[in-house]
């Protein structure tokens, strides 16, 4: 029998069941938190791993879209026009070093800082290379060497003939005809006369007519210097200087052919070839204009390189320039497109290295000149011209020859030494 106050078998039976009730409950609470605890934990690690950009798969998808890196090449040459890969190592920057910019295929992009450190690409060594043929030209190299034939520019020749008439005392000249005479218009050709002078006497001269549009003009014109005593003409030199005539400027001199008449029997007609010189007045003394030119036949355009000048003449008081290039697209006459490189403050022997490509049809190519003026740059007044270059199928046999290797091989740079001329 229970005693009084101590708790009957009923209650007892009831808050055991409470307590294993209790007990159960909160087990299966935290069994249940910890399987949601974890169950999230993976998802979530799945969720980064689909969704993360650093992850192994989201590098994969993010170099597989549409074939190339998501960041832009930088813009290395701005307000220039890009010049076509077929024409290597022709459009560079002012320091003269190529810059890789295009992405490789299946290559991970990389940011601006591993670009300054990751080594060169073939394709980069490839265009270096090319560049330094081109640029590297430095004085007394077998490079210049082998353009030194070129800068001896051939300015064409003269058929003459100079006789004396003892009974008449009258020394006869006749200016037969010239060949391959340079170009100096923009059309390609040159309008070409013949000044006769007996030098030391400047002040009287006789000229033949102007062949309009000829560079192997013929002339067949006789010339008398009347009541000239035999003696007297023994001392001077029959001095023939030939021009092209400009309507609207100064005549620009071709060549000239001095030879002493002492020298000469002029007792019956003597007929002489002679090859035209630079004139004396300065005008032959203008320097040299080392470019190049790549013709791209599938791109229709001409790039035109300009390396470097040498022995330019001095246009300043200071006995310097300050040379800087134009160049002048022409066809038909028309001038087309214009462009210039920077200028080089008191330099005789400015290295330039400035490409310009301009679009040239190949069916317009034959009627197309490239007019390339060396300038001396003048603040206070009107820029001098130092010298010129004529580039057609038209024009003097140096720049003939640069046209038509040009021509002959597409897709190269073909360097070559021209001489300034008036």
Known sequence: ???????????????????????????????????????????????????????????????????????????IWPHTRSVSPSCPGTMLPAGGKAVNTAPVPGQTPHDESDRRTEPRSSVSDLVNSLTSEMLMLSPGSEEDEAHEGCSRENLGRIQFSVGYNFQESTLTVKIMKAQELPAKDFSGTSDPFVKIYLLPDKKHKLETKVKRKNLNPHWNETFLFEGFPYEKVVQRVLYLQVLDYDRFSRNDPIGEVSIPLNKVDLTQMQTFWKDLKPCSDGSGSRGELLLSLCYNPSANSIIVNIIKARNLKAMDIGGTSDPYVKVWLMYKDKRVEKKKTVTMKRNLNPIFNESFAFDIPTEKLRETTIIITVMDKDKLSRNDVIGKIYLSWKSGPGEVKHWKDMIARPRQPVAQWHQLKA
């Open 1 to 75: 029998m229970s005693s009084p106050g101590a708790p009957t078998r009923d209650v007892l039976l009831v808050s055991a069941i409470i307590t294993v009730s209790l007990s159960v409950t909160v087990v299966l609470c935290s069994l249940c938190h910890w399987c949601q605890r974890k169950l999230g934990k993976r998802y979530k690690n799945s969720l980064e791993t689909v969704g993360t950009p650093d992850s192994g798969r989201g590098r994969s998808e993010k170099k597989a879209i549409n074939g190339r890196s998501p960041f832009p090449p930088p813009q």
